[in-house]
């Protein structure tokens, strides 16, 4: 370990390794890298290729926004996607870098895409209008007519955070055909086709829609999704699955008889864990695959170092009766092999971040991204047989080796109906025995998310300005088993605030440092809101830090991408309603009480928690008198500290650092 302290501008040094795609032979693995360009204030992705022993690792693309590398089954091409002149666009090269060439041309870029088990076609997803007159229009011609017409919506919910306000456009698969370039237009109606995949013999493609009849209740209320196919023979699309799922990931099995479906049945609301599930090919109903467990199948751990979406699988391997997933478990998630009516057996072991993964179907290996404490993600190759693990990378070694760092150290805490809350301390480096310093209680978001002990930027700037971090998962988190994930829906400012509170306790009474009198707490997204409630229902803390939270269910409700779902399940109502409740629970109702400095951070884009959450907090406390600082950040959504531009992400570190500074200093 080094000796230099992390700092909000360690983030312009990191190099981000996702997307892990093994090659058909299993001797390589393609992967993506993601670091950023501080010329450009923007983050550059590329690909390289690791031999499966970690030896060789070569670039294979030089593109500024090159990812979701994937190797056609004869393994003879990596494609891609390219963003370049053309928009975002499939690309491929050869295993050795050489060869580069653009497949699609797609009017409005591509989704996602899908190699043919003969490499021959490739089945992607892209945009189109289902207004004649608009697809027949050159690009310009129909932005301008937009423009004329203005935009009007008959949807429940019209718009989604990172898509913005709603196009007009549905999302369709497309076959093209790689030798001579033709395309085939495979779907087509008032619904979106996504994650596009080949039965094992080529003659059908799956998808998963919401798809419903006109005359069925309206799509964006329906909690659940279906897999569909369509035979590329007669071209006649066809329902496998029963409505009864929100299916999330799905893969064929080897011999095509059978889908192995990750989801959950909504039993419980957004409170309900994933499962696994089985379905035959022929369509009928999804079967639970493995026996009860607190599992969370996927990945549902929150980080800021960590890059790509979580791919969780299912995947089998080898012609083993088995399926092999991610599942999240009290602060970890591992890769586990799934057998019928038996619960569910971690592969890999200790305190791992696991969030993708691949192999090769014939493969003795799995190759995944995944993290732990000494830093960000690496890749790793995990032999199913053994559990061996080998680092097959090691990006940010040279960079960790010389940064002084925290280790978190587990910390629980009863509570008085009966849950064990589950965090983590991470004391400042250097201590000196007798010294009293601040605590930060940090609040993760969600509420259906996770903390983990693995290496988190933000918690360790944290520490190093030398205060003692406090992170836990309180219930709402996922797993812990769907009772502890269910158990704050429609109690919002009861159970979870007690369980913070608790932690908070067993931490001052385990931790002889702590200094009760400086108290700070933060958190973003439901961890905003529940600090603007700490705030304004204890006096116990000293400054706070509410970041892209929520202030007022009433206008939330309508305001929000998913006001509706989330008000009724989290404060447990409606506006017409349930106002007396939903206000009760809101921290605005209470803004008098707060009586502490507080910084306030928002994206101005953000659709998932709208800013004006923090614009009515921040007029009230103002309004009162109160000691109060908004930040706003232009362009920015929801994601923005995680995935925004570098300069906002460290520019907000060091906002926050000003303001603990300026209001916890002192006390000794």
């Known amino acids: 370990m080094g000796v230099k302290p992390v700092k909000p501008e360690t983030l312009m040094q990191y190099r981000l390794v996702s997307d892990p795609a093994v090659h058909p032979a299993g001797l390589i693995a393609a992967y993506m890298v993601k670091e950023i360009n501080p010329v450009n204030n923007d983050y550059r992705t590329y690909i390289r290729a690791v031999s499966m022993d970690g030896k060789s690792d070569i670039p294979l693309t030089e593109g500024d926004k090159d990812s979701a590398p994937q190797w056609s089954p004869d393994g003879t091409r990596l494609a891609f996607i390219r963003i370049a002149g053309d928009g975002r666009q499939v690309w491929t ?247 019928r009516n038996e619960a569910p057996e971690a592969v890999t072991a200790g305190e791992l971040d696991v969030h993708q993964i691949s192999a090769a179907p014939e493969g003795s290996y799995i190759v995944a991204a995944a993290m732990d404490m000494s830093g960000p993600a690496e890749l790793i190759r995990i032999d199913i047989r053994t559990g061996e693990v080998l680092r097959l990378t090691s990006m940010n070694k040279k960079l960790m080796g010389k940064l002084s760092l925290s280790r978190p150290e587990p910390i629980t805490a009863d509570t008085a109906d009966g849950y064990k809350i589950h965090g983590w301390i991470m004391k400042p480096q250097g201590l000196k025995a007798g010294r009293k310093v601040p605590l930060i209680l940090v609040i993760h978001g969600g509420p259906h998310a996770m903390y983990s002990p693995a290496y988190s930027h933000e918690l360790q700037v944290l520490a190093a300005e030398g205060y003692a971090v406090l992170f836990a ?122 009586g502490i400095p507080m910084l306030i951070m928002h994206g101005e884009q953000d659709l998932r928690c709208p800013p004006g959450q923090s614009d009515e907090w921040y007029t009230a406390l103002k309004r009162l008198g109160k000691k109060a600082r908004l930040l706003r950040y232009p362009g920015s959504g929801h994601t923005f500290l995680k995935l925004g531009k570098p300069s906002y992400r460290t520019g907000a570190l060091q906002e926050v650092n000003a303001w603990f500074k300026q209001y916890l200093a002192g006390g000794e």
């Open 93 to 339: 090269v050869s295993p050795s870098g050489q060869g580069l060439a653009q497949l699609t041309h797609a009017r409005r870029g591509v989704g996602s895409f899908s190699w043919s088990p003969d490499s021959g076609m490739i089945v992607y997803t892209a945009k189109v209008s289902n207004d004649a007159h608009v697809e027949s229009l050159a690009p310009e011609k129909a932005k301008a007519l937009e423009n004329i017409r203005g935009k009007a919506y008959e949807r429940t919910i019209p718009k989604a955070e990172g898509a913005g306000w709603w196009d007009g456009l549905y999302s369709h698969l497309f076959l093209l055909y790689t030798g001579s370039g033709a395309v085939t237009q495979l779907t087509s109606g008032k619904y979106n086709a996504a994650q596009p995949a080949w039965s094992p013999d080529g003659q059908e493609v799956a998808f998963l829609s919401k798809l419903v009849d006109e005359e069925a209740p309206d799509p964006d209320l329906v909690p659940f999704n279906d897999l569909y196919t369509i035979n590329l023979t007669h071209m006649k699309g066809k329902k496998r699955s029963a409505s009864t799922l929100n299916i999330a990931q799905f893969a064929y099995s080897p011999d095509g008889s059978s889908f192995a479906l990750i989801g959950d049945d909504r039993t419980y609301g957004s409170g309900t864990q994933n499962r696994l599930y089985t379905l035959p090919a022929g369509g009928g109903m999804p079967e639970v695959f493995h026996t009860e467990t607190e599992m969370q199948l996927g990945n549902f751990i929150l980080n800021d170092v960590k890059s790509g979406m979580a791919a969780p699988g299912p995947l089998f391997l080898a012609g083993e009766p088995v399926i092999y997933a991610l599942a999240t478990f009290r602060g970890q998630a591992h890769v586990c092999r799934f057998s």
């Open 473 to 594: 998962n309180p219930r709402g988190s996922f797993g812990y088993g769907h009772d502890f994930a269910r158990a704050c829906r429609g109690d919002f400012g009861n159970g979870d605030y007690q369980d913070l509170m608790d932690i908070v306790d067993a931490a001052v009474a385990g931790c002889s440092c702590i200094d009760v009198n400086r108290l700070g707490v933060m958190g973003g997204s439901y961890g905003g809101l529940m600090t603007n409630w700490i705030v304004s229902h204890t006096s116990r803390f000293r400054a706070a830090v509410s970041q892209r939270g929520i202030s007022n269910w009433l206008s939330f409700y309508g305001l929000s991408d998913i006001g509706i779902t989330y008000t009724e399940g989290i404060a447990g109502g409606n506006p017409w309603e349930h106002a007396e409740l939903l206000w009760s629970r809101s921290p605005l109702a209470h803004v008098k009480q707060v």
